[in-house]
């Protein structure tokens, strides 16, 4: 039952401009870094390989908006950690989730968007 309610919360929140060749779950890596990748299921739960670390959490939707709780992530230190913390910021963030023309996008309140590609 609660991957039947995840499921209809994706499609209430995508409805309108989903693109219906194109689920929302899957695995996806990111538009301007390919090394960062993000995977969702159907309960909402999402993990992915950031520029240093794996991470992982969990969206629900409240008020009809995306939210994601704490971001867990292993604990290795790498060159590109301030592109990491940028990257969990931004998708803590999102408040929106639909997939346009083949490409997942993750909005925050203001506007600001992670664009994701399908895995091959």
């Not at 039952?1 to 989903?18: D, E, F, S």
């Not at 999402?46 to 709780?69: H, K, M, Q, T, V």
């Amino acid at each position: 039952m609660r991957h039947l309610a995840g499921l209809v919360a994706l499609l209430a929140l995508t409805a309108c401009k989903q693109d219906p060749a194109t689920p929302l779950t899957g695995a996806w890596h990111l538009q301007s870094d390919p090394s960062v990748t993000f995977e969702i299921d159907d309960d909402l739960n999402f993990f992915g390989a950031a520029p240093c670390n794996r991470y992982f959490g969990r969206f629900e939707i409240l008020d009809g908006n995306l939210r994601s709780g704490p971001i867990g992530a292993t604990l290795m230190a790498c060159p590109k950690l301030d592109q990491e913390y940028a990257y969990f910021k931004a998708l803590e963030a999102s408040r929106n989730a639909v997939v346009q023309d083949g490409l997942l996008v993750l909005r925050s309140a203001e506007g600001a968007s992670l664009v994701f590609t399908p895995q091959p």
